[in-house]
């Protein structure tokens, strides 16, 4: 659905934003781009949608050319930009009812409608734009770039500072339109998020796409297991002998933790407790563990800096 080809951007200021990124997105995936700030991903989005131009590369929408056929990849393509940008004096439901005679679409109250309720905003539809609050100005960026019916939809950073209900209106959202065969791509630096809704996760940084994975395979390979056993008393140093087996302390003193690959041959947890309990600690409870999302993250971005 989405091509993208060696993809390079250089701003005026000699600033390369986007160096060579090249990804393909299948249609009704959902795709998280993820990476800290000034990373690219605004650029990139940004790019595919005919915002920015880029100085490198190629992308097709749907295999149309964004640059040949920027009318009909444009038509394709629905887009929630980061910045809140709407008109003060319209209505939400005069709004969004311009926004689809602007594809060249015919009037379809239906959809206008649909989307208004979709977005808990049917009651706002005759209110001036400008008495809404904060977070249903962001709705209602969202009910404009559904109201075409794109089949590819681009969130660049939807849950930024707000609030949790609408954060899980959109994820419902996202879930909703996955299941009407929508392609989504969404930038965040919320981890959490990318965990709870992706299909595939691309790591960006400095304009580098670090990588793209499939977010189980991701974490099956980058992930690591953990076994922390959690003690009866506060331990103030680690005895020599559980050191020596690979333990660490945890902060508080109140577990020792072991980590091991997941794909490692087989471990000897009860070996392990027993080391735990010959060392004098009293064992409270035990658990295994997977790493987070977050913690492989951090640990690509920083190899990568
Ligand atoms: N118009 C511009 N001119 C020069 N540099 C820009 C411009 N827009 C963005 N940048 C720079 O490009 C980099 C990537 O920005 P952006 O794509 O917005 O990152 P992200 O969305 O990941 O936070 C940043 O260092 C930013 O300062
Ligand atoms: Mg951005």
Redesign the pocket.
Known sequence: MIEISNLGKQ???G?V?LDNISLSVKKGEILALL?P???????LISSVCGIVNPTSGSVTVGGFDIIKDYRKTRSLIGLVPQELTTDAFETPWDNLTFSRGLFGLPKNPQVVEKVLKDLSLWDKKDDRIMTLSGGMKRRLLIAKALVHEPQVLFLDEPTAGVDVALRQDMWRMVDELRNQGVTIVL?THYIEEAEAIADRIGVISGGKLLLVEDKGTLMARMGQKQLKVELMDTLEALPKVLEKQGFCLADDGLSVVYHYDKDAEEIDIGGLLQAVTSAGLGVKDIHTQQSSLEEIFVDLVEDAA
């Open positions: 701003y005026a200021s600033f934003a990476g700030n000034g990373a690219g991903k605004t650029t930038t």
